[in-house]
T-cell receptor, first 114, second 112 residues
């Protein structure tokens, strides 16, 4: 089955530790995205990548880092510099098929930092 | 700067009714608009995507329309069912290589 996988589903970390969230897609999509979702705030874009070895900051990139070494993978690292990291993190990818740029989402990772 | 708004934030309707969810955007130069469904604690599921050159798209009991001149899109759900209960989000893309802007969603509850 084609799709986007995120692991783990739940993640717990102590304050001050860096943590990396995994995102893998087998849809052959060029573009990939990371969003953060908080209650009452909607989805906010952290980083996005339109091609391998290239990525751009979104609206709330501070305290986060990404890499795009392979087309299928776009891991997100939440660093200790992120002041309020507890949130639901969603990875997405989009296709250029028929110029639609339709966006597809993974199941999400809920990160809790204490 | 494009802004996407969804009103109301929450809606409850009896089962079987037809209903309309609203989405408005500030910049009419939109590339496409996408409607998503999100169940609690889950990712987003794409429902319908409307290109700027299209007026509407249909999938089963769902119909989405786009009116660029008025900056509005609607999602029509026919014969609502309890399984339709979820949060519905709309998102507008300005350019094909750009990010998309999300509304905050409408939380829909279908009463059995």
């Amino acid at each position: 089955d084609g799709g986007i996988t995120q692991s783990p589903k739940y993640l717990f970390r102590k304050e001050g530790q860096n943590v990396t969230l995994s995102c893998e897609q087998n849809l052959n999509h060029d573009a990939m995205y990371w969003y953060r979702q908080d209650p009452g705030q909607g989805l906010r874009l952290i980083y996005y990548s339109q091609i391998v070895n290239d990525f751009q900051k979104g609206d709330i990139a501070e305290g986060y880092s990404v890499s795009r070494e392979k087309k299928e993978s776009f891991p997100l690292t939440v660093t200790s510099a992120q002041k309020n990291p507890t949130a639901f993190y969603l990875c997405a990818s989009s296709t250029r098929l028929a110029e639609s740029y339709e966006q597809y989402f993974g199941p999400g990772t809920r990160l809790t930092v204490t | 700067k494009q802004e996407v708004t969804q009103i109301p934030a929450a809606l409850s309707v009896p089962e079987g009714e037809n209903l309309v969810l609203n989405c408005s955007f500030t910049d009419s130069a939109i590339y496409n608009l996408q409607w998503f469904r999100q169940d609690p604690g889950k990712g987003l599921t794409s429902l319908l995507l409307i290109q700027s050159s299209q007026r509407e798209q249909t999938s089963g009991r769902l119909n989405a329309s786009l009116d660029k001149s008025s900056g509005r899109s609607t999602l029509y759900i026919a014969a609502s069912q309890p399984g339709d209960s979820a949060t519905y989000l709309c998102a507008g893309r300005m350019n094909r290589d750009d990010k998309i802007i999300f509304g905050k969603g409408t939380r829909l509850h279908i009463l059995p």
